[in-house]
């Protein structure tokens, strides 16, 4: 059983920095693709930004040129640095890995202040 293991959410100020941690264990197969996905109340769980494992990376349109997803296959890690927050990127986020099977995180709250 794989499991996510996330860290870095928190409270910071519109125009500020985050950055989240994910790392897997737990895998017998090798994990594609890793990423983040966020849901905010009220709304569907939708695409921040992943990467695959050859290093191929999809972000959501709202948040290009402002996050940065990275990768360490060896450590089985993810990280998003968040850049110039925005109050609308306030959400719960969640680590997501694709092995054999789909596995999510426990999820992280990130809150933008205006």
């Known amino acids: 059983q794989v499991q996510l293991v996330e860290s870095g959410g928190g409270l910071v100020q519109a125009g500020g920095t985050l950055t989240l941690s994910c790392t897997a264990s737990?895998?017998?197969?090798?994990?594609?693709?890793m990423g983040w996905y966020r849901q905010s109340p009220g709304n569907q769980r939708e695409l921040v930004a992943e990467m695959t494992s050859n290093w191929l990376t999809n972000y959501a349109d709202s948040v290009k040129g402002r996050f940065t997803i990275s990768r360490d296959n060896a450590k089985n890690t993810v990280t998003l640095r968040m850049n110039i927050l925005k109050p609308e990127d306030t959400a719960v986020y969640y680590c997501h890995a694709v092995s054999i099977l789909h596995y999510w995180g426990q999820g992280t709250q990130v809150t933008v202040s205006s």
């Open positions: 737990g895998s017998r197969f090798n994990i594609n693709a």
